[in-house]
């Protein structure tokens, strides 16, 4: 937040990573819900729940996830999702939030779970692994999701596109991302960037 004050062009999210649910206290959800509605604050986020690597407990994942949703509703600010396999449930706890939106990030679930997002009003975020020659599911999602749903993102310094996995990521690499859905998609890279560039300007209600 420090930083975004700083400069300009950089924007602030806010939240309680699933990682980190353990450390939620009784007066997070006052402090976040304070510095949520600084200006430069743009999204409630990262944000969600983490079964894979399961960090914290479950239980604590879902209390923390809901309090976050809660206050994202209340001060009318976009969320920012987090969802490893738990896709079902994170379906299941926004669909109590009519009045939220948000990207579920780095997107990771079925097309089944993508189209669900959708109706509820939420984006899909694609990362640098729709590069991936074994993302078959991902490409999937990709091809049948409408452009006006979609937003790119890095996910730096992790998640780099193909021809430089394993290195640290960065934004520039953001145009590799671009170019792989135009394919996919059978369109131009100016047309992925210009659609997804709206999406991210409507979403966080950038001028």
Not at 3 to 14: D, G, H, N, R, W
Not at 63 to 71: C, G, N, T, W
Not at 76 to 99: C, K, T, W, Y
Not at 188 to 193: C, H
Request: a neutral charge; one cysteine or more; charged letters at 20%.
């Amino acid at each position: 937040m420090a930083l975004a004050q700083q400069q300009a062009a950089v924007f602030a999210a806010i939240g309680i990573h699933p990682h980190d649910a353990g450390a939620w206290q009784e007066n997070t959800g006052d402090l976040l819900a304070v510095l949520g509605q600084q200006k430069k604050v743009m999204a409630i986020g990262e944000i969600g729940l983490d079964y894979y690597r399961n960090l914290s407990p479950r239980e604590m994942q879902k209390k923390v996830f809901k309090a976050q949703l809660e206050i994202a509703s209340k001060i009318s600010l976009p969320v920012i999702i987090h969802s490893r396999d738990a896709g079902e449930e994170v379906l299941e706890m926004i669909n109590n939030f009519p009045n939220l939106t948000g990207v579920v990030h780095c997107f990771s679930g079925t097309l089944l779970q993508a189209r669900k997002l959708i109706e509820l009003g939420w984006y899909i975020g694609i990362t640098g692994a729709v590069t991936f020659p074994k993302a078959a599911i991902l490409q999937e999602v990709v091809c049948a999701t409408p452009l006006e749903w979609l937003l790119l993102e890095t996910d730096a310094p992790y998640l780099a596109p193909q021809g430089h996995r394993g290195q640290r990521n960065e934004p520039s690499y953001l145009v590799e991302i671009a170019a792989t859905v135009a394919t996919m998609k059978n369109i131009e890279v100016s047309a992925v960037a210009e659609q997804t560039t709206a999406n991210a300007r409507k979403l966080f209600k950038l001028a």
